[in-house]
């Protein structure tokens, strides 16, 4: 962002983020009709925002995101913050809800072109929500935030997707509390993956939430409700140098409105959801602030397997990369190339609707991305 | 907003408005299937705008607002002014008609989190339109605008819906003339609701429009047209210390295409439709500059009853409120709370889709708003 | 645009485009049902753009269109732009592809209202894709670019419609490499319209591309695909004191995947679709840089006519224009009068849908567009 404006209590900023994607996608289904594989080049994000403020101790963001590949352009950040407390801050508005280190950290800060399943929202994790958070006061040693949210969920059985209110993808809400708390030894550090010749610093960060319908929406206008669900994870991050390790663990437990008529994706015959998520990765710059090699795994495992089509899928979803990332200038100006090798997987990619015969659940596919990126 | 630049013939200004609000919706169906409350906490508006030049006597705005529970961003003010004339100024885009002191007075300089029937697009206030605008020369006394637009509505014959050509609302359009006149004894003040330690003003305006359908859409496209409409009102403002002081009537007649197959909504047997509105409201600064106590009174009166569910609701539906405003920094940063109690209700509200069971037209209906807003 | 920020690697640059246009058609189905004729004032566009960097030698363009009656912004330029090459420049994103003059002029500095069917992406002309495009460094004499774009169409046989990945119309994609050149004898002139009392320039333009379907989406998914496209373009631009003339003539060639059930729009029997388009307008300054008047000619004409209604229309479709153009500031601020005299026309206008008859392919329309604009 560049400071356009700052005298007395008034101040303006204006940043944005531009990301050209191209995605080739592979799949394991050769033998069927229709190509199993298919490429896009889209726009993955395309944001700005304006942040500022003309009252002492407020100011307000306003972020959209024109990028991806739907017509509707999304609201990003979008809250007033006030920092006129005795100790910390508070935030009222669209904010990313205080869990999942890889989903706190920026899209533009990130080692893998795309986030993994610990950071994605379909999965468990609440991304961005309507609601109030406390951040406590910076501390070098401990960081904490914890905060109360209207939180929405696009219906499904084959995932657990939380969606913001502000997006059209959420269909019935319900009330979120949730908390996290960073601990870091030898000094605070900012929310970015990679290590720019960086001094050693340790994180581990701990949250949980809980979320229960608000039953507003009856069960015949939206089917397919949870009726609760519950996420706790564990996180650690490392750097030192031009090194950096990310690791992460999370489980999560939701039941449904009213049981099950049938097992489906992620829920049991009970009506019951149970799985976790896993990630670790590491990333060395071997040539310093120029060229980063990464390479990760992560993973997604149902506790009673994924149902589909009549199965019951009992394989864990893992999925192994690498990349290289070549920087101009930081996490301003990057080029980004990751290889992700899927197996048993349970959710598969269509490269935008690109491919006509995308993987079976269960079976391997591949992709390949490059991003390009600017930052303002 | 802030300007940014400013150096000649050449500005820029950038300006913002942020307001999630909480909503709680009470309605009087107890007895019935499925739940008569429910709550909604959503970005009320999140607009930003750019307004500047690079041209002697012209500029230009750009207002969009990506709030509300749309996916579909919505222009708001997106027009020319010209300057260059004897005397007076002209607009020429998409700006708001001269027709209701209430809703020309700005979203964020209202005493109630909403505005009442007499601001309200669906009950025959223009909002914005398409058009061009001939506004006088400020003058301390007597302010004044005319205009022609090509104005749309929202077809249903429960309500007048004008919207702007700008929106995917507006199904049909018509030609317009509206004008308005503001007279000001002892001088002109700003369209703002709430005194903060103000000299005592008083303002009493005039206004009336006229639109006739341009018969570009068959009815064959779209049913239920109305073919005339005509509106008049009167309002008054009093501004003193920290007292401030609103009222308005207006009336409204209208004939629809070709009469109407049966009574619905505000339109009668014979396909005709006349109904007035009605606000007065008072504020109160108990806490000079901080806190405000708001009241106020708003009807909705059709002159023939309210015809639904094959019955006629001919009682006026009633609107009493109370609110509570904190300022932080006047309408730059403020928290308001307003209670609204609706009686006899024709039109109900359900928390953006989240009541099962909204009210039944005729019925009561209480509304609790709670807003926080940060202008920029 | 304005420059709000420039020091050292950082910049920003902020600018907008308002175009409200008044648009008449009036059609030549006086007998039908319904009026041939009709009327829309609404928002041709509604532009503005952030353009910035933080990197040397790196740039980003966010540009976004609010206007037009789709409800949906629509995303135009958004690209990086790495200009540390030895010689020339490289552009990554959704940019527009280098292919037309007409095209390539800039909307807000056109002489007609309108693009004509030379500048037009119904017909033929790629218009911005998503892709990489490397331009050659500034020469005074010869200008080039080349480009690789994974380019989309909107289905439909009755025209070639390029669209970009970034709009929702594109539904099926392939890969495209386009290349232009410009030759200047008397020097290098700016992509504009219209002269201003400007030394004599010449320009001759040579432009070409090639687009093959990749296959990526069924014909089950979305029909009526083409499976190549190719286009040829000349074009010259003349500028002399308040003089100036632009002229260009271009062919496309085409086929369809396979074949065709029966000839449709400008696909024959055989499944193959060719067709030329041409332009020459020519404007005078009546009033040196205040008044200019225009007048021009262009024309589509398929090889083996257009297929529609159980008919093959072989006339050529004709228009026949001439405008006013009042210039308060250049093309920062103008209005414009265009008058098209469309004959045997095989594309239609609607007025945007408030035409109930429009004309009959093959019949005349006339057209009036005014426009008012003001640049930032």
Redesign the interface.
Known sequence: G?T??EEGD?S?E?G?R?Q?QYRLVDGDNEGAD??DS??????RR?R?Y?E?????????I?Q?D??DTS???E?KD???NYSGLPMGNIT???AKVPFSRELLTSSKRQQFVERTVVGDNNFGVPDRQ??VTYNLNDNDMVQGSIGAY?AGIDPSFSKIDFES????DAEY?GNMVAGRIDITPMGAFKLAQGAFGEDTKFGLGLNAFTWAN?????EG?IQNQFDSVNGYGVDAAFRSGYFSMDAGVQYFDADTIDGADAATGVVNEDGDAQFSTYLVKAGYMIVPSKLEFVAGFSALDPDDGFFANGENYDDMDKRYSAGLNYF??KH??KIQLTYEMGRDVLYTND?N????TPSNIGGDQNTLFLQ?????
């Open positions: 560049i356009l404006y008034k303006l204006i944005g531009l050209p229709g190509s298919g490429d896009d080049f889209f726009l395309m700005f304006i500022g403020t003309v009252t002492e101790n407020i100011y307000g306003w959209v024109f990028g017509d509707d352009p609201v979008a809250f007033i009222v508005g669209n309507m609601g209207q209110r502000v997006s059209s809400f608000d039953d507003d929406i009856s206008d101009f200038n301003n100006a490269a609707g690109q491919v006509e390009f990126q600017q930052v303002l």
